[in-house]
């Protein structure tokens, strides 16, 4: 069955990054985007942006085009989310998901467990 | 930019019916997608593609979409149904959106 593991909880000083990881099993890594999610303590949902598996395209969402970087590493079926720059108001869990359709344009299908970032001094 | 309206909450009584909005500017036509959140887990798409049902999700799960609204309609309510909704659009260009988010209590 589909399956997408991220990596474990992160705690972070202001001004520092944070790479996330999401493996993917159970399907083929290519066909799919990957999208990753947000969400704030009691908050709702917050997308970041998607990237194509196949062809690399990336599309970020404007608040944090600036400072995310999504990557894929095709051999390891999995993906990466960078943030730069932290703030407090980054603390949040992150979700991987994958994505149906054309980058960014489709549906999410499947979540992952999500990833707590803390950004704390 | 393009924004989804969700009431903050709605109420049910056990077995009936609740109807989950989503309003948006010309929703109608765009490709609306919904997913459920139970406390302390990650999303599950319940409806994709308007009124598409993923494998898994039980029929009393539908959906509609025209105009500047597009409704989850849930039948026959269970407890297990209580959760946070969240409507979801691809806007145009490179902007994806996810509504507030609904609380659905059953009663």
């Known amino acids: 069955q589909v399956q997408l593991v991220q990596s474990g909880v992160e705690v972070k000083k202001p001004g520092a990054s944070v790479r996330v990881s999401c493996k993917a099993s159970?399907?083929?890594?290519?066909?799919?985007?990957i999208c990753w999610v947000r969400q704030a303590p009691g908050q709702g949902l917050e997308w970041l942006g998607c990237i194509s598996v196949s062809s690399g395209n990336r599309h970020y969402s404007q608040k944090c085009r600036d400072r995310v970087t999504m990557t894929t590493d095709t051999s390891a079926t999995t993906a990466y989310m960078e943030l730069s720059g932290l703030r407090s108001d980054d603390t949040a869990l992150y979700f991987c998901?994958?994505?149906?359709?054309?980058?960014?344009?489709?549906?999410?299908?499947?979540w992952g467990q999500g990833t707590p970032v803390i950004v704390s001094s | 930019s393009y924004e989804l309206t969700q009431p903050l909450s709605v109420s049910v009584a056990l077995g009936q019916t609740a109807g989950l909005t989503c309003g948006g500017s010309s929703i109608g036509t765009k490709d609306v997608h919904w997913y459920q959140q139970k406390p302390g887990q990650a999303p599950v798409l319940v409806m994709y593609g308007d009124s598409k049902r993923p494998s898994g999700i039980p029929d009393r799960f539908s959906g509609s979409n025209s105009g500047n609204t597009a409704t989850l309609t849930i039948s026959r309510v269970q407890v297990g149904d209580e959760a946070d909704y969240y409507c979801h659009v691809w806007a145009g260009g490179i902007e994806v959106v996810f509504g507030g988010g609904t609380k659905l209590t059953v009663l």
């Open positions: 159970g399907y083929s890594f290519f066909d799919y985007s």
């Open positions: 998901s994958r994505g149906v359709g054309a980058t960014g344009r489709g549906w999410f299908d499947s």
